[in-house]
């Protein structure tokens, strides 16, 4: 089966491939997302399945590990059936299967790698683990059909990240600048010294009476505030690529307690908007630094915080350079990101024995 679209999805300067196309079933469950994709030569998405968790975690305040992994269970088989009926591909005529190895949960991830062995084996195909930071990456380089009107991303098409980039990867559980100098090619520049940005989010979230998730919650609250209510402190770490959030989260903590002294209303508004701003000045800040200092000629943004509107319109009102930041469907955790990854790796001839294991502490630096 020939996709009139292979044109498309086949730009030149994709790395030269004698297996293309490549269609690539992609498994994702490193956290409380339950995610399966099909993705044709990396870029192309022909579905994108996502069963997320949020509502069984919210009233936990927080991820509780045993029931992710419990709900994963129940939920890979159907959503890896549906996203092969909504792509009208059989697994058996797909090239490969890939899935997150970490960094994540233990309990989660191991749903996810049991299930792409058991795929593996039953149908043949090669088994490819993923780096779901890696994997965050490459949700810059997808896009749906050009005209497929549910997709968020229906109009032009975004055109691709060119080399060197100079990569932010916010989400929940790290913050890292990397320069990526051409495809699968990295060189880590620094990452949070303490608390991620994402969690640095869902922390104040919680301090200031908002629900989980933190970020989504902070953004709507900040809507109607004034960011420069509160000068919260910007953690610039000077003459290093690093970031520091918790100083940050402790001021918000101790200005919370003097305001809960008053026994007013808290100004939740106007708390989660100087925070909210904080976060951005300082991402924004650093990012722009380094792509400065390493020569890069764009800058990619991505994972869970990169949804975040104020972050958004700050990079791309204060770039020099293009900035490419994901739809804010694929910003968040889903599987179609673990696809296009592996069709790199696909590529370069990465082929996984079926005795691969989780790492749930995956650092990035040792890709
Ligand atoms: O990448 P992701 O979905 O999962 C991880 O790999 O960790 O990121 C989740 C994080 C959470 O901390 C969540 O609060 C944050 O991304 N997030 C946001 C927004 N949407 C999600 N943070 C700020 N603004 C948002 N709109
Ligand atoms: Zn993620």
């Known amino acids: 089966m020939k996709s009139d679209l292979d044109a498309l999805t086949n730009p030149t300067d994709s790395p030269p491939s004698s297996f293309e196309p490549a269609r690539i079933l992609g498994i994702e469950t490193s956290c409380d997302e339950t995610a399966a994709a099909v993705v044709e030569n990396g870029r192309l998405i022909l579905s994108n399945e996502v069963a997320s968790q949020v509502d069984l975690h919210a009233k936990f305040g927080g991820v509780f590990p045993e029931v992710a992994s419990r709900q994963h269970i129940l939920t890979i088989f159907p959503i890896i059936e549906i996203a092969l009926q909504q792509a009208h591909f059989e697994l058996e005529e797909l090239d490969a299967i890939a899935v997150t190895r970490g960094p994540g949960l233990p309990g ?16 043949g195909k090669p088994l490819i683990g993923i780096n779901h930071l890696e994997a965050h990456i490459y949700s810059a380089w997808l896009h749906w059909p050009p005209l497929d009107q549910s997709a968020e991303a229906s109009g032009p098409l975004a055109p691709e990240p ?4 100079l990569v932010l990867i916010v989400s929940g559980g790290h913050t890292d600048l990397i320069l990526m100098k051409d495809h699968l090619t990295y060189q880590h520049l620094g990452a949070t010294l303490d608390d991620a940005a994402g969690e640095a989010f869902d922390k104040v979230a919680r301090l200031i009476g908002l629900s989980y998730p933190g970020g989504p919650a902070i953004q709507n609250a900040a809507l109607k505030g004034n960011p420069k209510r509160f000068n919260f402190p910007r953690a610039w770490l000077e003459d290093t690529w690093n970031f520091s959030f918790s100083g940050l989260k402790t001021s918000v903590l101790r200005e919370v307690r003097r305001l809960q002294e008053t026994h007013l209303e808290l100004p939740v508004a106007d708390l989660a908007a100087s925070f909210q701003s904080a976060v951005v000045e300082v991402l924004v800040g650093k990012t722009l630094l380094a792509a400065q200092a390493f020569n890069a000629s764009q800058i990619l943004v991505a994972g869970g915080v990169s949804a975040n509107k104020a972050l958004r319109e700050a990079f791309h009102a204060q770039a020099a350079c293009p900035v490419h930041i994901p739809p804010v469907a694929l910003c968040t955790d889903n599987a179609a990101m673990i696809a296009s990854a592996a069709y790199y790796r696909f590529v370069r001839g990465q082929r996984d024995p079926l005795t691969i294991d989780v790492l749930p502490n995956w650092p990035f630096h040792e890709l």
């Open 162 to 165: 060119r080399f060197p980039l």
């Open 108 to 123: 989660s991830l191991v749903i996810g790698i049991n299930t792409a062995k058991g795929l593996s084996l039953s149908s």
